[in-house]
């Protein structure tokens, strides 16, 4: 990718369905663990604690590895969220790989067990992201517009966030949620610097707003640039770490 091709016409709907089943998708996708499970230099690594309007719903692990130093420096992102959702246990599974220096998503795959259930791989492709998901209902094809500097913030994933750590005031973060089929358009708003209590600690934070009308996302992070808070209003999501002693 070059971060400043011009975007190609964004895909509207499904280009492609069949009725195979979740397995043959399975047979695609390589394992989730990757080059980021055991390979590079630490970036981050953490936990957090997640509520779901004011309730206990689960908690997310995650590492964040650079590949290498010089040319080939690759970001991984993997982690491993655990939910419960309409009193059933889901796992989401997602690892993302991306550009260093912006946060642009090179290539991203997920794998979703209990309620939601699917596969879904995701490649840069010139000027568009060519993904394909599997789940019970069949196998669906489709596409999204590779704008500048595409990140990926996917559902109920806090530590894609810290993509979008250096994202100005005022400056858009183009994003794409895999598993909604959504791609957006969020514009960062002032970097207000807050202490914020982060379980028995208070840590000095940034607090970041990015929206997009009525699609607000609030993050906080440390002065390391790690994420420490999450919180989507409009769902009632609240990611918090757990691991940082302040």
Do not use: C, K
Request: hydrophobic residues 40%.
């Amino acid at each position: 990718m070059t971060a400043r091709d011009e975007p190609a016409a964004p895909a509207q709907g499904i280009t492609g369905v069949t009725s195979r089943s979740l397995t043959v998708l399975a047979l695609l996708v390589p394992a989730l663990a990757g080059p980021a499970s055991g390979q590079g230099i630490v970036v981050d690594q953490g936990e957090f604690r997640v509520t779901i309007a004011g309730r206990a719903a689960g908690s997310e692990d995650f590492v964040i590895r650079r590949a290498a130093l010089g040319r080939d420096n690759t970001v991984f992102a993997n982690g491993a969220v655990t939910l419960t959702v309409d009193g059933a246990q889901q796992e989401i599974r997602p690892l993302l790989r991306a550009l260093p220096l912006d946060g642009t998503a090179e290539s991203y795959q997920v794998r979703v067990t209990g309620p939601g259930a699917m596969e879904l791989r995701m490649n840069r492709s010139g000027r568009r992201y060519v993904a394909r998901a599997s789940s019970e209902v069949g196998d669906e094809d489709r596409e999204f517009a590779a704008r500048a500097e595409t990140r990926v913030l996917e559902q109920d994933v806090a530590h894609h966030y810290y993509f979008v750590r250096d994202v100005r005031e005022g400056r858009i973060a183009n994003a794409i949620e895999p598993r909604s089929r959504r791609q957006i358009t969020l514009t960062a708003g002032p970097w207000v610097d807050e202490q914020i209590p982060i379980g028995r600690n208070v840590v000095t934070a940034r607090r970041v707003e990015f929206a997009d009308g009525e699609d607000r996302r609030i993050v906080w992070y440390d002065r390391q640039g790690r994420v420490v808070r999450v919180e989507i209003p409009a769902t009632g999501y609240v990611a918090e770490r757990t691991d940082l002693v302040g």
